[in-house]
């Protein structure tokens, strides 16, 4: 059975965020999504990693954008795993039954070239079809509008914003996503009255689980929890929508 959802950074409850076995252990359990996010080495190469540091996932120290793709590649996350390139996680995940999620980290102008870098390796990996793009700086997000007008896109958020589907509308972006906290009968009735996909994230405790199941059964959930979701998903038929 394919699980309706989307794997977090790969799975991250179980495997070191955002690197390849991560993403694989997502794959081996059918997820429908998998997310990970975006940024820029040194050298302007797409890497995927969260913060803009390196010093959660590495103990070394600096923002990735001071770091070389070879330097990055001599950090081990975790100890054990590199940090991969978006080419390596799009090899990894192309052609299987997965949609391909792409966060980019973009703020302001930190990345200058991200999103045509970004589409360009889609293009090259043959993933275009995939994929959907997604992002908190919604000026990036109109950005790889204008680049390509046909790739999915969608919008994330860490709040509730009642004024943006005049935007989505003209974007034509087809995916908000919502902090679990801020999510109101009211908000998802907006959404879905507009034709968007709602994805309230993160989905991780088995009381989140029910709320979803109770009141928000047509959403698409990010979690971390991926074999908890799985098996709530399993058992839960009202899900299957």
Known sequence: MHI???AHRGYPAKYPENTLSSFQAACDLNFTYVEFDVQLSKDGIPVVMHDFTVNRM???QGMVRDYTLDELKRLRVREIETIPTLEETLRLLRGKNLAI???LKQQGYLYPGLEEKTLELLRQTDTLDQSIIIGFDHFSIAKIRRLNKDIRLGLTSSCSMPYV???MKENNCDF???PMRMMTAEYA???LSNGILLNPWPVDTLADMELVAAEYPSSLVTTNELERWAEFYKS???LHV
């Open 4 to 6: 309706k959802g989307i």
């Open 58 to 60: 590495t103990g070394n």
């Open 101 to 103: 999620m792409v966060e």
């Open 165 to 167: 589907f005049p935007f």
């Open 176 to 178: 908000l996503g919502v």
């Open 189 to 191: 009735d907006m959404i």
């Open 236 to 238: 839960h038929p009202e």
